[in-house]
C-alpha cells in the first residue's frame, strides 16, 4: 500500500514536499515514481527512482525544479518541488511497478503500474 500526502496550495515560485509511504513492502528492490493527473489530461510520469536510489528519471517538463529522494529505511519516497508554476497544479500520485527499471520506460508505461497511492492535490495559484 502507498499512501501520497503532502500537497496543498503554494504561489507560483513556491516550493512543496510531497510524501509517499510504503506499507507492507520495501521499497529497497523496486523502483517507485510520481505521476500527476491534471483537470481534463491525462495522467503522465513525472518522476521515477530506482529502488538503490542510485537512478533517477525526470519527465523535461519538470527536469531542474522537481527533485525525488527516498528513505528506504523509512521506506518512504519524496518529491521535492521547486519553482513550481502554474501548470504544476494536478492530482500527484505515487506508484510502483516491481519489474519496471526507473526510466523514460517507467513514466511512459502508466497502465503498468502495480500499486497506485491515493493521490494528494498540488494547487499552484496566485
Known amino acids: 500500500q502507498l499512501q501520497a500526502s503532502g500537497g496543498g496550495l503554494v504561489q507560483p515560485g513556491g516550493s512543496l514536499t510531497l510524501s509517499c509511504a510504503a506499507s507492507?513492502?520495501?521499497?529497497?528492490?523496486?523502483?517507485i515514481g510520481w505521476f500527476r493527473q491534471a483537470p481534463g489530461k491525462e495522467r503522465e510520469g513525472v518522476s521515477c527512482i530506482s529502488g538503490s536510489g542510485g537512478t533517477t528519471y525526470y519527465s523535461d517538463s519538470v527536469k531542474g525544479r522537481f527533485t525525488i529522494s527516498k528513505d528506504r529505511a523509512k521506506r518512504t519516497a519524496y518529491l521535492q518541488m521547486n519553482s513550481l508554476e502554474l501548470e504544476d497544479t494536478a492530482v500527484y500520485y505515487c506508484?510502483?511497478?516491481?519489474?519496471?527499471?526507473?526510466?523514460?520506460?517507467?513514466?511512459?508505461?502508466?497502465?503498468?503500474?502495480?500499486?497506485w497511492g491515493k493521490g494528494t492535490q498540488v494547487t499552484v495559484s496566485s
Open positions: 507492507g513492502f520495501s521499497l529497497d528492490h523496486f523502483a
Open positions: 506508484a510502483t511497478d516491481f519489474l519496471l527499471p526507473c526510466g523514460s520506460d517507467y513514466l511512459r508505461r502508466v497502465s503498468a503500474m502495480d500499486y
